[in-house]
């Protein structure tokens, strides 16, 4: 009798029995990859569960140093069992670290590998072009226009971006100051493929959009580059580039705005802006992004040379109107949308349940070393914050700064699972 009154035991409910739409309720809430991270370490079954279900979360801040930090938190944040300092660049959810004989991608999160050629390695097609001068001395120059053969023994010939496009196609930006090429091979080739005896440009960026490889040049030209097989390699090779938008007629020399500019009582100019061109993917529409740097002209002093320097920056967004081959200006992204703007790689972000507030831009001021237009009166700098409906600049994050220094140039976005 006193068996059968004997309450039956049960064993306690376990956290790795949660269901796995619960789980998805309480990742939505988690905003931060390093809450993320905390979440998926607790057992097999959460980890799995943050594969399956996670909305995309925040973009960490990278600096070459190996530092990261997770927003919208202020504290470093730290990858187990690896530092990966010195890196040289960045796309998506990779560190671009340079090689004696090319360079080697590492994706942080998942700890996958690709390797990619060397600049020296490049096959020219056509493989007999050749570079053609004019003048002499300080006179010579490119004729009729420059090329991939006057660029490519430069020493400072370098990566100004690269995209991941697909398993099978890897795109890069690789120039010297405002002059560039379009690259492309597959991950883990022994070389690159150009267009030998197309006209370099002042390409701003690239993207990959619904299967297409698009690039934005400084007359605000979008141009579509085409992509086909070689016969003999199976290897990825430009074989047209076309333009798809014209630009809007704001012609500028160098990146100046000409009529924007502002005179003193002598005629000389006082300021003027400077512009940088994003281009990135948001809910199925491409956008162009331009970004307004309004600089400072100080008034000329016999023998010296002025500095142009930096203030702040105003942001206008446009959408591709590929039927009518034209940008179209908008007033909004959403108020569930934040753009992470940056020079290697720039993504929206869906804020709708991570308590942030939409309709922004994040911006830095990561400028190519290589291309200085200007330079700033402070000497620390920090992620900046653009409100696109009411316009205007905060700072939210005060406590992540960095010295304008060359390395710290390389400072970028990272994103999970991209």
């Known amino acids: 009798m006193e068996a059968e009154k004997k309450p039956h035991s049960h064993p306690l409910p376990s956290w790795s029995t949660i269901q796995l739409e619960l789980a998805g309720l309480v990742l939505r809430l988690l905003p931060a990859y390093a809450d993320r991270a905390r979440f998926a370490a607790v057992c097999p079954q959460w980890r799995a569960a943050a594969r399956q279900l996670q909305p995309p979360a925040l973009p960490l801040l990278a600096f070459p140093a190996g530092t990261f930090y997770s927003l919208p938190y202020d504290e470093p944040f730290h990858f187990p069992g690896c530092g990966f300092a010195g890196y040289k660049s960045a796309c998506g959810s990779w560190l671009v670290f340079p090689r004696d004989d090319g360079c080697f991608l590492v994706n942080p ?98 993207a990959f959009y619904q299967g297409k490889l698009y690039a934005l040049d400084d007359d605000e030209n979008l141009l579509v580059v085409n992509i086909s097989s070689d016969q003999s390699t199976c290897d990825p090779q430009v074989s047209r580039i076309g333009r798809v938008i014209k630009d809007m007629g704001d012609k500028c020399f160098k990146g100046y705005r000409l009529y924007h500019t502002v ?19 948001s809910r199925g ?28 920056s105003a942001f206008e967004v446009f959408k591709a109107d590929f039927e009518h081959s034209r940008w179209i200006k908008v007033s909004t992204v959403g108020d569930d949308q934040v753009l992470f703007l940056g020079r290697r790689c720039s993504r929206t972000v869906s804020v709708s349940q991570d308590g942030l507030l939409g309709n922004r831009i994040f911006f830095l001021d990561d400028d190519d070393e290589h291309r200085v237009d200007y330079f700033y009166d402070e000497e620390n700098t920090s992620c900046s914050t653009y409100d696109i409906r009411l316009g205007g600049v905060s700072y939210p994050h005060p406590m992540i700064s960095w010295k304008r220094r060359h390395e710290t140039r390389l400072a970028a976005w990272l994103f999970p699972q991209d």
């Open 285 to 312: 529409t491409l956008l162009m992004v331009r970004r307004k740097i309004w600089c400072r002209i100080p008034p000329p002093i016999p023998g010296t040379s002025g500095k142009i320097v930096a203030g702040q």
């Open 109 to 206: 999160f998942s700890r996958a590998t690709v390797t990619l050629p060397a600049l020296s390695c490049v096959w020219l097609r056509p493989p007999n072009a050749v570079a053609k001068w004019s003048g002499e001395g300080k006179g010579k120059r490119a004729d009729p226009y420059c090329i991939w053969m006057h660029i490519k023994d430069s020493d400072e010939l370098h990566v100004i971006k690269l995209i991941l496009c697909s398993p099978d196609l890897v795109a890069a930006l690789v120039g010297v100051g405002y002059t560039c090429q379009i690259l492309v091979c597959q991950p883990g080739a022994l070389s690159w493929s150009v267009r030998s005896n197309d006209q370099c440009k002042d390409y701003q960026d690239m």
């Open 263 to 281: 005179f003193d009582d002598t005629f000389m100019p006082r300021s003027m802006p400077l512009k940088k061109l994003y281009l990135l993917e």
